[in-house]
Structure formats: C-alpha cells, structure tokens
C-alpha cells in the first residue's frame, strides 16, 4: 500500500469550476508539500504547510494532521492551471533525517 | 537569484554505459536532493547530500551515487545503465535539510537508455 494516497488519479474539468484534489498519508508527519508539474517535467513547490490553511492567489491548500488528510482547492479554474499536482510528505528515515515520499499525482485537465 | 540548473537537460545512452549528472543548487542552499521520476514508479528519492556528506539514501541499487563539492554543486552517476534506468532526474535544492525546508526543484535531466 503505497503510504501517500492521491484523488482522483485524473480530473477534468471546465474554465471556471472549483477544483478539489485530497492527499492521504498513512506515515506520521509534521508537515506535507503541495507541488505542481507541468508538461516537459519542471516542478514548482506550490505550498509547504503543517496546520490549517494557507492561500496564495486561486490556490488554498488545507490539512488535518490528526485525520492525516490534506486537500489542494482551485477556485475559478483556467487551462494554464492544467498540470499534474503532487503531494509529498517528509518520511522519517533515521536520526534527524528524513526522505520526502510523493504521492502518484492528479492529472488536471481544464478545458476552455 | 537564479534556481536551480541541471545539466544535461537531455542524454540517450546505451546499456551498460554510465552517465553523470549535475546540480547547480540555488546560491546559499547547501542541501541537493536526487530523485527519479517514471511513469510507473512516479517520483522516488535517490538520495540527499549536505555540506558535501550524504545524509540520507533510497532504495536505489549501489549502481546509483552521488556527491556534493565544496560549493553545494552536486553530480549523480548511474554506472552499467539499464533500459528501466530511463527517467527524469530531478534534483532539488533547500537551504538545510529537516522537514521545514522548502524544496526549489531544477528542470530534471531526461535520460533515455536503449
């Protein structure tokens, strides 16, 4: 059982449309990364976080660390926000180290 | 301040060579992290170096290593290459390492291995 779960594996949706992507996790964590990737590969870190909310612009990312659950919203929707959205959360590997475990992604689609 | 560069952004190789990679981390970070990303596997960590030690490892077969210089540049070399060793290499930058560190990722090296 992979110990990041993403949902949907793929969503499509039209211009406009509120967007809701869930992150599960199974390890315990003190903090969970948001990141988005584009077609040819680079990765931009959209949101770090650890309690609550936090927003930047279209965007809004919340978690429950107790229900172990984040979700990333997009409010009103455009193509340029088609991408695959990642979660990652920061895996204890021994002493003070740690290893960021990735979620298999969800593939956004929006159509104009 | 300029992010994060990897070089080369494209290689094809063929079985059994090897193959260097490189990481130039943003200025000021001295934490590089590796990872691999295929499409069945999606994203795994190779491993993460700090002030030019490894701090951490994957579950990546000793044919996979890395090091870090004095300036935080990193290189990851992948010896006796495999067909399954085709990916995008992403290395990833943070000014220290522990989980409230931010990563800045670089464009990532498409390797293809025939």
């Known amino acids: 059982k992979n110990e990041v779960e993403q949902s949907p594996q793929n969503l499509t949706a039209q211009e406009g449309e509120f967007i809701t992507i869930n992150c599960s996790y199974s390890?315990?964590?003190?903090?969970l990364h948001w990141l988005q990737q584009h077609p040819g590969g680079g990765i931009v870190s959209l949101f770090m976080l650890s309690s609550g909310k936090k927003k930047h612009g279209r965007l809004i990312a919340t978690i429950n660390i107790q229900e172990k659950h984040s979700s990333l919203h997009i409010t009103a929707s455009h193509p340029r926000d088609s991408a695959v959205y990642i979660c990652?959360?920061?895996?204890?590997?021994?002493?003070?180290?740690?290893?960021?475990?990735f979620g298999k992604g969800t593939l956004l689609t929006v159509n104009p | 301040k300029a992010g994060v560069t990897q070089t080369p952004r494209y290689l094809i190789k063929t079985r059994g060579q090897q193959v260097t990679l490189s990481c130039s981390p943003i200025s000021g970070h001295r934490s590089v992290s590796w990872y691999q990303q295929t499409p069945g596997q999606g994203l795994q960590f190779l491993f993460e170096?700090?002030?030019?030690?490894?701090?951490n490892k994957g579950n990546f077969p000793g044919r996979f290593s890395g090091r870090q210089f004095s300036n935080s540049r990193s290189e990851m070399n992948v010896s006796t290459l495999e067909l399954g060793d085709s990916a995008l290499y992403l290395c990833a930058s943070s000014i220290g390492t522990g989980v409230n560190n931010e990563q800045f990722f670089g464009p990532g090296t498409r390797l293809t291995v025939l």
């Open positions: 990652a959360v920061p895996q204890r590997s021994g002493g003070s180290n740690y290893k960021l475990t």
């Open positions: 170096y700090f002030s030019e030690t490894q701090r």
């Open positions: 390890v315990g964590i003190s903090a």
